[in-house]
């Protein structure tokens, strides 16, 4: 089983439309969750921090459910410029050694 | 832009030969981790270098070795390339091993041939 999962996708939805992926991890000790988006052939970037309390910026919602192990990321009002990978990320303990999901493509649409 | 900038950005190399990947970290950071992204997944952990010193490994074999200098810049060493090889090379760095942000280079694009 992969440490962190993903449904690769691709998800297509069209402009304005609401979408959610979703993760799930299999270390229970781990303390650090993240999703990064990835555009086509370039390096990673963070997009936000994910909290059990759930965090919100801007368009973007994720939230960690520790019981189940699952992380989700909710992207509201879609744009054009949201076509990307997104990566789920955790850090399995301490430290900063990340380890990431196979990633969700997203392809938004006129 | 993150301040972590990878060196060369795209390489050709042929099966058998050897090669070294450099990464230049954000400034202060004294933390670099290596990372191998095949096509279509996610990156894979290779190892870390906090202080000159590494701080952990993934599940690469010993070919894939590294270093880091008292500049904190780092260098990843791939010995013997297979196919297999071919993958976008990433450098994170971070501030310290405790601190969880991670800057990425802008990678570096190998192809083994």
């Known amino acids: 089983r992969k440490e962190v999962e993903q449904d690769p996708g691709p998800f297509n939805v069209p402009e304005g439309a609401t979408v959610a992926f979703n993760c799930t991890y299999s270390n229970s000790a781990s303390q650090s969750f993240f999703w990064y988006r990835q555009d086509c052939r370039k390096e990673p970037k963070l997009l936000m921090s994910v909290y059990s309390s759930g965090n919100e910026d801007g368009r973007f919602t994720a939230q960690l459910n520790r019981a189940s192990q699952y992380i989700s990321l909710l992207i509201r009002d879609s744009k054009l410029s949201d076509s990307a990978t997104y990566l789920c990320?955790?850090?399995?303990?301490?430290?900063?050694?990340?380890?990431f999901g196979t990633g969700t493509q997203l392809k938004v649409e006129l | 832009e993150t301040g972590v900038t990878q060196s060369p950005t795209h390489l050709i190399k042929t099966r058998g030969q050897q090669v070294t990947l450099r990464c230049s970290s954000q400034?202060?950071?004294?933390?670099v981790s290596w990372y191998q992204q095949a096509l279509g997944q996610g990156p894979q952990f290779i190892f870390q270098y906090y202080r000159e010193e590494e701080n952990g490994r993934g599940n690469f074999p010993p070919r894939f070795s590294g270093l880091q200098f008292p500049n904190y810049s780092s260098e990843l060493n791939v010995n013997a390339l297979e196919l297999d090889d071919s993958a976008l090379y990433l450098c994170?760095?971070?501030?310290?091993?405790?601190?969880?942000?991670?800057?990425f280079g802008q990678g570096t694009r190998l192809t083994v041939v």
């Open positions: 990320v955790v850090i399995p303990g301490g430290g900063n050694k990340l380890t």
């Open positions: 400034s202060g950071h004294n933390t």
């Open positions: 994170a760095s971070s501030l310290s091993l405790s601190n969880t942000e991670a800057f």
